[in-house]
């Protein structure tokens, strides 16, 4: 072994003698420097065999192959509210799981709660992106390996939907092309995808079945009814196994208080009549304002078919397990059951304990009358029922929810 360190009792190495313009160098010392630059070469070549031979490296992301017994399933808008409970719950029962999101209306806390979750290699990955820029959706497809998708994401407001319609068709029927030519070129066999009741528009008959006439009239129904056609043209020709799961108003949430619904404060105006009940309960806003008083219904208010976001989730994971190729399977998602806008509100204040303060006004451009779903298809074909069928009970869970959490998830949106 070389020693390249002097003892105290050595001499000091002889400095170079000048004479003139000319060095003469002590041979001594330019041994030393050799040797160095020879054990400084072996250590290099040692350090690159080591990283090679690392497993780390060597071996690819498992969420890039194909593994047997392991489901890969991409969660489109896996940050938002319905699909970070999707995610939970396909993690939950042992899926692998991909998010995609560019966080324009869902929560990284969302992504970090089940991050903190779920933290073994392989079971959970988020990617920041746009679905709308084809080179990004196209280089996830190309970078992964996935059984299956899940599409939620989605702009999905529908009085927004009335002032800025252009979002809505590029958004969601345009984005939802760009994710299905992805899926194709990419050889990926299953599609669950998360559509609307406001596609059926206002029928004349209630309660809505899969055959009911779609007439949405309002873009973002429209824009959902475009994605859907765009989706049965394409698998009259494919092998995919389609599901199409059209619900109605979304409440609650994850009953251990894990994950919740977080809406950007600036659409708190468009958003779900559930936020907006939370938010009055808090004292955030004055009061909640009811929009639209002369309907033809019982008390002259929207009627509306408001399911769990559990049952929800439960509807996708069995359209999931019994999706079959070549095959198409359309369902409403639903519990049956009607309410009234003033009687969610009467629901919100026994759940939250605070008399809410309320404020009656006109109509909102694109709502309907009427709306609940008649859910016997997907009760005969997918056993699927909805469980949580009490109004109280779900807004009480989501009240737990939004009381601890009052700043939402508490994390910015920001990627690093």
Request: hydrophobic content about 35%; some cysteine; glycine content about 8%.
């Amino acid at each position: 072994m070389l020693n390249f360190v002097r003892s105290r009792s050595q001499a000091r190495a002889t400095r170079p003698t000048t004479m003139g313009s000319m060095d003469y160098v002590d041979q001594k010392r330019k041994g030393n420097f050799v040797g160095k630059v020879f054990l400084a070469a072996a250590l290099t070549t040692l350090c690159i065999i080591m990283i090679r031979r690392s497993p780390s490296l060597n071996s690819p992301s498992p969420f890039s192959v194909h593994e047997p017994g392991v489901t890969h399933v991409l969660v489109t808008g896996g940050a938002g509210f319905i699909g970070s409970h999707a995610a939970l719950r396909l993690l939950k029962d042992n899926y692998r799981v991909t998010i995609v999101d560019n966080l324009s209306r869902g929560n990284l806390g969302a992504v970090r709660v089940l991050q903190n979750l779920f933290p073994e290699p392989g079971r959970l990955q988020f990617i920041y992106a746009d679905l709308g820029d084809a080179k990004s959706v196209n280089k996830i497809f190309l970078e992964n390996k996935f059984d299956a998708v899940m599409h939620f994401a989605a702009v999905a407001y529908v009085g927004e939907s009335t002032v800025d319609p252009l979002k809505y068709y590029h958004n969601i029927t345009s984005n939802t092309l760009l994710v299905l030519e992805s899926m194709a070129k990419h050889d990926v066999k299953t599609l669950i995808y998360s559509s609307t009741c406001a596609t059926y528009g206002e029928p004349e008959k209630m309660p809505i079945t899969e055959e009911t006439p779609q007439s949405p009239i309002n873009p973002y129904g429209k824009a959902k009814k475009m994605a859907e056609d765009i989706i049965l043209d394409f698998s009259k020709n494919s092998d995919m196994a389609v599901m199409i799961l059209r619900y109605f108003n979304v409440i609650g949430s994850d009953p251990e208080g894990r994950l919740g619904e977080a809406p950007r404060p600036e659409l708190r105006e468009q958003g779900r009549i559930s936020g907006a009940c939370f938010d009055a309960a808090r004292g955030i806003i004055p009061g909640l304002k009811v929009r639209g008083t002369d309907y033809k219904t019982s008390d002259g208010t929207c009627i509306r078919d408001y399911i769990d976001v559990t049952d929800l989730v439960d509807a996708h994971v069995k359209a999931l397990e019994k999706a079959q190729p070549s095959k198409v399977g359309i369902y409403n998602v639903g519990t049956g059951k009607g309410s009234s806008v003033k009687e969610f509100v009467e629901a919100c204040k026994k759940a939250t304990g605070v008399d809410i303060k309320v404020e009656f006004l006109p109509r909102r451009p694109g709502d309907y009358a009427e709306v609940y779903s008649d859910p016997e298809k997907i009760k005969r074909e997918l056993n699927w029922t909805a469980k949580h069928i009490v109004l109280q009970e779900s807004l009480g869970i989501a009240w737990r929810w939004q009381k601890s959490h009052r700043d939402g998830y508490g994390v910015s949106n920001a990627v690093v």
